[in-house]
């Protein structure tokens, strides 16, 4: 999975940043809520079509997103509080975005004449399913670690391609859509894969 890979190297590359904003006393939590809030500003843009400037914030939130991670296990302030509190203002981020493209109005209809509004609202629940997927069977104590083909950087990294692309061949309502429905078939797919994997290895708990 891609987000494996970029969190393993990050934590190398990065991890020097990490030590120096957390010696001058950036918390894990102010890049979270920083996360929160550039994607209310992405949420906002992308609903009334402004592509690129949603794009670009879309692009920062995700950095603010990865860096709260990166900061804390830098900076040593790992926490459960902090993990989840993570895992909650994620799931806004989802929500938001999914939700603005689904309310904007600006979407096209892809063959057989399915409404863009629909891909977006089956790419919000692939997306919030997947992170239910991992939590419930982890809870139940299947461990769902590098367990499907999507998560979330792999969504906004897509979303984020999709978009900016449609917006430079000119048919951005189109392409927009035809990203949506690649990450609810993606994100649906890896909500099965978890369901898959959870059901071969339950037993063994």
């Excluded at 998560?151 to 859509?177: H, S």
């Amino acid at each position: 999975m891609l987000s494996d890979i970029l969190k393993k190297h990050s934590n190398e590359l990065l991890r020097p940043l990490g030590v120096f904003m957390g010696r001058i006393g950036i918390r894990p939590n102010n890049l979270t809520f920083l996360g929160l809030a550039l994607t209310m500003a992405a949420a906002w843009q992308l609903h009334a079509a402004a592509i690129l400037p949603g794009v670009g914030l879309l692009l920062l939130a995700g950095l603010a997103d990865g860096g709260d991670g990166l900061l804390a296990r830098s900076a040593g302030q790992t926490s459960v509080r902090g993990g989840f509190l993570d895992a909650l203002t994620d799931r806004y981020s989802d929500s938001l975005l999914f939700g603005a493209l689904l309310l904007g109005g600006w979407l096209a209809p892809l063959p057989p004449g399915i409404p863009g509004e629909a891909w977006a609202l089956a790419a919000l629940i692939g997306a919030l399913l997947t992170s239910y997927a991992r939590a419930a069977a982890e809870r139940l104590g299947v461990s769902q670690q590098a367990v499907g083909l999507v998560e979330r950087p792999e969504r906004i990294i897509l979303l984020a391609l999709g978009l900016a692309g449609g917006k430079l061949a000119g048919d951005p309502a189109l392409w927009a859509t035809g990203t949506l429905a690649l990450l609810a078939l993606l994100g649906n797919l890896t909500v099965a894969q978890r369901l898959v994997h959870f059901w071969r290895n339950a037993s063994e708990v």
